[in-house]
């Protein structure tokens, strides 16, 4: 009797809350269980909240708990890898953020088919650099495509970049992450105006991330500056992370940037939150001023909560934005540009809800069934490829 397909998805991390990863990830896993596949799911440690594990359960998933590689090449977690995989007999590995090392791990063991999926664009075009000397061979991102049977690249533009750095374009797919879209559209109207102490006609304009400067909310406020001298109602919702280690130093130069820019009484930080969609629904405007995104999306679910957007044209955020059309896109870090856009959007209600209704029919396109579809599609084909190969191997040595 055949053993069942076994699947292996590390997750990158943990879940805090119900994000678009941790949905599609469940909606990819309840279709492999729907055919009879054994599903892992690893892990770096169980949340607190057990409404974020109960449904992978369900679905008869199994969760490894499995620290995160140190660096990209990681003997320890190599060897960690290896030796799971090589136990669970596992046939489908899965991985985005932290790749190296695991797949490495899961080609010595060999996993038939190794799955990469590049969520972002390279350190060097986030800092706007281009690699020099050794760092050209871009070793860490040429070695986990070398051990893939196949990259999802985030977006057009990131895929773009892979094999503009170190080809293997024949191995390369652009497969777009969904939005929990129904959750988003049907959310309530969130606290959020009330927590901070604003108006029922203040304008709020709201971004998703952290600080970090890659986010770029310097950027934003600066741009809350000038759009402050033409209406003294706006504030800006900063909603995100500002405490971890690397966040800590740049949301103090923050603080210091709105203190000088006389717009602190303008600045709400929220925190890591668990009500995105509400505080969205609660919302008039978002801006992703990102100095680069794979594909934000942040900015999906700002779109599939109705709001008008304006976001950087950077990485794959063209590919999700027509300017003019169902969002606005300024250049990278143009301060100007931005502010001019939100000053546009407050002053002309007819093109808020234009762009608003059409960000929404845009967002259907991302699909957590489609997405779930194709996943599990190219799972197979691989699957039914790498057993062609191997029947036609043996033949050969017969």
């Known amino acids: 009797m055949n053993k069942p397909i076994t699947v292996v998805q590390c997750y990158g991390g943990c879940p805090k809350s119900p994000t678009s990863k941790w949905q599609r990830s469940l909606a990819v896993i309840q279709r492999c269980h729907e055919q009879g596949w054994r599903t892992y799911l690893v892990w770096y440690s169980m949340p607190e909240n057990p409404e974020l594990v109960d449904p992978f359960r369900k679905a008869g998933c199994e969760i490894v708990i499995q620290p995160r590689s140190h660096r990209e090449f990681d003997p320890a977690s190599v060897l960690r890898y290896g030796r799971l995989l090589r136990h669970l007999r596992c046939d489908v590995f899965h991985c985005d953020n932290d790749h190296t090392s695991p797949l490495i791990g899961a080609l010595l063991a060999g996993v038939p088919v190794r799955i990469w999926s590049k969520l972002s664009m390279s350190p060097y075009y986030e800092e706007g650099v281009s690699p020099r000397g050794v760092h050209r061979l871009m070793l860490s991102t040429r070695i986990s495509c070398l051990c893939s049977s196949r990259v999802f690249a ?15 374009g024949h191995r390369i797919d652009t497969v777009y992450v969904p939005v929990d879209h129904d959750r988003l559209a049907l959310a309530a109207r969130g606290e959020i105006r009330r927590e901070v102490g604003l108006c029922p ?9 952290h600080a970090v400067p890659l986010k770029g909310w310097d950027i934003a406020i600066r741009a809350l500056a000038r759009v ?10 900063l909603v995100g992370s500002t405490t971890a280690h690397r966040e ?11 203190r000088e820019s006389n717009v602190s009484d303008s600045i709400h930080f929220t925190g890591y939150r668990h009500d995105i969609p509400e505080i969205l629904k609660a919302s008039d405007v ?3 001023p990102s100095r680069s ?3 934000c999306c942040a900015l999906i679910e700002a779109m599939a909560s109705g709001l008008p957007c304006v976001a950087a044209r950077v990485g794959g955020i063209p590919e999700v934005i027509t300017h003019g059309e169902d969002g606005l896109l300024f250049a990278r870090e143009n301060v100007e540009e931005l502010a001019g856009h939100i000053i546009r959007l407050i002053e002309d209600k007819s093109l808020r809800e234009r762009l608003a209704a059409r ?25 039914t490829n790498h057993s062609a190969r191997a029947a036609s191997l043996a033949s050969t040595r017969i």
Not at 201 to 209: A, L, P, Q
Not at 228 to 237: A, D, I, M
Not at 359 to 383: E, H, I, M, Q, T
């Open 248 to 258: 800590t130093a740049f949301c103090r130069s923050l603080t210091s940037l709105a």
């Open 286 to 288: 978002f801006i992703l």
């Open 201 to 209: 006609s203040d304008t709020v304009i709201t971004t998703v991330g």
């Open 228 to 237: 402050r001298s033409r209406f003294q109602n706006v504030h800006l919702v």
């Open 293 to 295: 995104d794979g594909l």
């Open 154 to 168: 985030i977006s057009n533009r990131v895929r773009q970049e892979l094999i503009e750095s170190v080809g293997f």
């Open 359 to 383: 960000a929404s029919k845009r967002s259907n396109s991302f699909s957590v069934k489609v997405y779930a579809d194709r996943v599990f599609a190219a799972y197979r084909l691989l699957l």
